[in-house]
């Protein structure tokens, strides 16, 4: 029961980190999230230590977790190592992909319609970017269902969520939604490459696209 109970606060602070709601230096406390989520403190010290193994929180003794800061240097570095990482990826997605998974991953595209503007309400740019940010979590892990590879998908979800994490708490709300215009057709760039079986071509535009979200999440420090 605490180990559920854990999962439930893992998941839910995470995609809170993701949506940038806690901010980078602000405590989370132990007390208020025992309070909102109803549960005793060992299910919410689980939850901290499996995010401070994900490298999105620091544990603070005794008194709850911070979100972690990362140096520029750092993210830079991490995002040259992700790009390189899902660029192979999508290699073997070019190699191995059938038909049926062609189409599947033409049918994410077509389900999320890209917005050249995201309009002047707080409400709606959050809501946009989060609808994006699950969209996209989609397609790149179809991408990874193509890969075939048990031990590349463990690897890569935790880089995907590294990089949620330094996009999510560096943009104002909704500022990532600005590019999802330009995300979008990199994304039809990659599809076409796989659907081709162009490992080569494939490689290349995941390269590039990973890069390019790596400097979006530089910028927005």
Same mark, same amino acid.
């Given at each position: 029961?605490?180990?559920?109970?854990?999962?439930?606060?893992?998941?839910?602070?995470?995609?809170?980190?993701?949506?940038?709601?806690?901010?980078?230096? $602000?405590? #989370?406390? *132990?007390?208020?999230?025992?309070?909102?989520?109803?549960?005793?403190?060992?299910? *919410?010290?689980?939850?901290?230590?499996?995010?401070?193994?994900?490298?999105?929180?620091?544990?603070?003794?005794?008194?709850?977790?911070?979100?972690?800061? /990362?140096?520029?240097?750092?993210?830079?570095?991490?995002?040259?190592?992700?790009?390189?990482?899902?660029?192979?990826?999508?290699? #073997?997605?070019?190699?191995?992909?059938?038909?049926? =998974?062609?189409?599947?991953?033409?049918?994410? #595209?077509?389900?999320?319609?890209?917005?050249?503007?995201?309009?002047?309400?707080?409400?709606?740019?959050? $809501?946009?970017?989060?609808?994006?940010?699950?969209?996209?979590?989609?397609?790149? #892990?179809? *991408?990874?269902?193509?890969?075939?590879?048990?031990?590349?998908?463990?690897?890569?979800?935790?880089?995907?969520?590294?990089?949620? /994490?330094?996009?999510?708490?560096?943009?104002?709300?909704?500022?990532?939604?600005?590019?999802?215009?330009?995300?979008?057709?990199?994304?039809?760039?990659?599809?076409?490459?796989? =659907?081709? =079986?162009?490992?080569?071509?494939?490689?290349?535009?995941?390269?590039?696209?990973?890069?390019?979200?790596?400097?979006?999440?530089?910028?927005? =420090?």
């Amino acid at each position: 029961m605490s180990s559920s109970l854990a999962g439930r606060v893992y998941e839910d602070v995470k995609v809170g980190l993701f949506r940038g709601d806690y901010p980078v230096g $602000k405590r #989370l406390s *132990i007390e208020a999230l025992r309070t909102r989520f109803g549960v005793s403190k060992q299910p *919410i010290s689980e939850a901290f230590r499996l995010l401070a193994a994900d490298g999105l929180v620091e544990i603070l003794p005794r008194s709850g977790c911070v979100p972690r800061s /990362y140096s520029r240097q750092e993210i830079e570095d991490f995002f040259a190592v992700f790009a390189s990482f899902e660029a192979s990826t999508t290699q #073997l997605a070019a190699r191995r992909r059938t038909p049926e =998974q062609v189409e599947s991953l033409r049918r994410i #595209l077509s389900s999320h319609s890209p917005e050249a503007t995201v309009g002047n309400s707080p409400d709606h740019a959050a $809501k946009r970017a989060d609808e994006y940010r699950l969209h996209n979590r989609e397609f790149h #892990l179809t *991408i990874l269902e193509m890969a075939q590879s048990h031990v590349v998908t463990a690897v890569s979800r935790r880089m995907m969520d590294l990089s949620d /994490y330094l996009i999510g708490t560096g943009a104002e709300e909704g500022r990532f939604v600005f590019h999802e215009v330009e995300r979008h057709d990199e994304h039809e760039a990659i599809v076409e490459a796989i =659907q081709a =079986q162009d490992e080569e071509l494939a490689r290349r535009f995941m390269f590039a696209h990973i890069s390019r979200a790596g400097q979006f999440a530089i910028a927005v =420090q």
